[in-house]
């Protein structure tokens, strides 16, 4: 099982390397995406497709909704949830 | 700042005078004799074609009808059906073997195949966002939808790669049709007139060179709801009327509203007057019966795509 800072650390990395292009000074853990423009539709398109990757689960649809999304910190909590729910037998 | 339901009414016979005004300054001061529009079967060119008549005479308006294989065939009948009223001169150039040269299906269908790869020439397809903004958040990511043909239909989220992919080569019809329509303005020496309205320039749904790619906008400072208005004051074709907003690119058909604005055009404008104007937001829900949830919703979403598509309403910068 992956460590909450673990998945917040690699998917922070992902962020600042592949979508902010290096910059991450703006991204805290709790810094709403939306309201600052942190990620657009096409950078949310890249990140869905790096979780689903990096940690072998399929999100669905309507799980792709600002309260999944909007922070690190949500991000972090729903890929957690998602980890739990697919070693749950 | 006032806000009420009627806030975006206007003064129709004066409308269409102002923009009369405005063509024709602009064919003036750039010297041109004559303006050309490209015709497509929707409100916007059939209320832009009308105005230039009234702005310039029948005999300076030119239009071109450009319609390809997978374009709706009621398009170039309504638009023929517009300019046979308007009684300008038109031509009508089927622009598929410009794009089968250049590979917009292919290269489209190419990436469709990745995702569907039975996709084949029996199949129909379309792109669209997730529908209903107003009853449930989500974030703009699209989907393709395929159609086999049979009724069969199947849908799958795009990735990055897929998405830019099919855009890319779709955005290359409405650059081919801009190439069209320079070369008969630069041979008639003419003004190319552009029919892109304000809801669709603040939201980015257009084509950078592409349907923006034009000298002058004279439906800019207008709201889709408000080039209805004028429609209707003009007399466009009921047909035209009648039809739901496409932008008739796509096989398989798609509305406005599906493909990016996710909310039917009379409550898109008036929340988007008041992001404009900064309504606070509890006028906005007392007048609009929404709720703050709902307002902020929409208002998250103007501004992801006014951001993501800033560059398209831009000059190239240069070094000063």
Known sequence: ?89 | MDFHKDILRIDCKSEVKRICSFIQQQVRALRREGILIGLSGGVDSAVSAAICVKALGKDKVFGLILPEKESNPVSSEYATKQAKELDIETETIDITPTLEAFGTYQKRDKVIREVFPEYNDGYKSKITLPADLLSRDAYNFFTLRIDDGKGNIKSARLGKKTLNGIVAATDSKHRTRMMHLYYYAEMKKYLVCGTTNKTEIIQGFFVKYGDGGVDIEPLGHLYKTQVYQLAEYIGVINEIMERAPSPDTFSFQVSDEEFYFRIPYATLDLLLYAWEYNIPLKRVCETMNLTEEQVKRVTRDFAAKYNATKHLRQLPPTLE
Do not use: A, C
């Open chain 1, 1 to 89: 099982m992956q460590s909450r800072m673990n998945v917040e650390q690699e998917i922070r990395h992902y962020i600042v390397e592949d979508i902010l292009f290096g910059d991450g000074q703006k991204l805290q853990k709790e810094t709403s995406f939306q309201e600052h423009g942190i990620i657009d539709s096409v950078g949310f398109l890249d990140l869905i497709t790096f979780i689903e990757g990096k940690y072998g689960i399929s999100i669905k649809d309507d799980e792709i909704v600002p309260q999944n999304f909007d922070s690190l910190q949500k991000i972090t909590r729903f890929v957690k949830w998602k980890l739990n729910e697919k070693s749950t037998p």
